[in-house]
């Protein structure tokens, strides 16, 4: 199957500061990737949607001004958490989307951010 | 919520026993997908099964869809340690006649197989 990454795969960082994390489809060209927040014991939610060369579209209750998400090319998408603090401690998860005859989507290994 | 509910939370099974876990969803959908997610892990695709399909294999997997009662099944046979996991139904997220690619995610059955 097709290979997403994710760099990097766990961050610490002190509370104000900001972090990017970066996903990859190593092997195929996605024009639409999608951010995932997953907390201990819980299921994924969705954040947003990826679009590359547009504005990404962000689920409700999701501040945009804080996870800022750019789809600069075909192969790669960034999520920014700007001034993070202590609560925004999770699991990052991104996915590429591979548009065939059925759509699917390849999941990156995730990225552990901690807030101190 | 969108998100779907799965039973049950937590199963705990002996290795060669079978596995059962049970996915309902609220919307319609054109297809359903399992993944299994291991601990502080990404997510590995198991199986996708379309709206029109009622049953489907694969190795030691099976999954069962029911349309008309919004659920969805997943079977683990001759269980391993190795199995020892998190199981989430994932359904599309269609709007109106479009497909958005999203997916929504049920809570997850975690799975525990002792040896």
């Known amino acids: 199957g097709a290979v997403v990454s994710q760099h990097p795969s766990w961050v610490i960082c002190k509370s104000g500061t900001s972090v990017k994390i970066e996903c990859r489809s190593l092997?195929?060209?996605?024009?639409?990737m999608f951010w995932y927040r997953q907390f201990p014991k819980q299921s994924l939610m969705l954040m947003a949607t990826s679009n590359e060369g547009s504005k990404a579209t962000y689920e409700q209750g999701v501040e945009k001004d804080k996870f800022l998400i750019n789809h600069a090319s075909l192969t790669l998408s960034t999520l920014t958490v700007t001034s993070a603090h202590p609560e925004d401690s999770s699991f990052y998860i991104c996915s590429a989307l591979l548009r065939l005859t059925v759509d699917e989507q390849f999941f990156g290994p995730g990225t552990r951010l901690t807030v101190l | 919520s969108q998100q779907g509910e799965e039973d049950p939370q937590a199963l705990s099974i002996q290795e060669g026993e079978n596995a059962t876990m049970n996915c309902s969803y609220k919307t319609s959908i054109n297809n359903l997908q399992w993944y299994r997610q291991n601990s502080g892990r990404g997510l590995v695709h198991l199986i996708l099964?379309?709206?029109?399909?009622r049953e489907k294999h694969s190795g030691r997997l099976r999954v069962t869809l029911d349309t008309s009662k919004k659920s969805s099944s997943l079977l683990i046979t001759a269980s391993r340690a190795a199995d020892t996991a998190s199981y989430f139904c994932?359904?599309?997220?269609?709007?109106?006649?479009?497909?958005?690619?999203?997916?929504?995610f049920g809570q997850g059955t975690t799975l525990q197989v002792k040896p």
């Open positions: 994932a359904t599309d997220a269609t709007k109106g006649s479009s497909n958005t690619g999203k997916l929504i």
């Open positions: 099964i379309r709206s029109n399909e």
């Open positions: 092997d195929f060209q996605a024009t639409t």
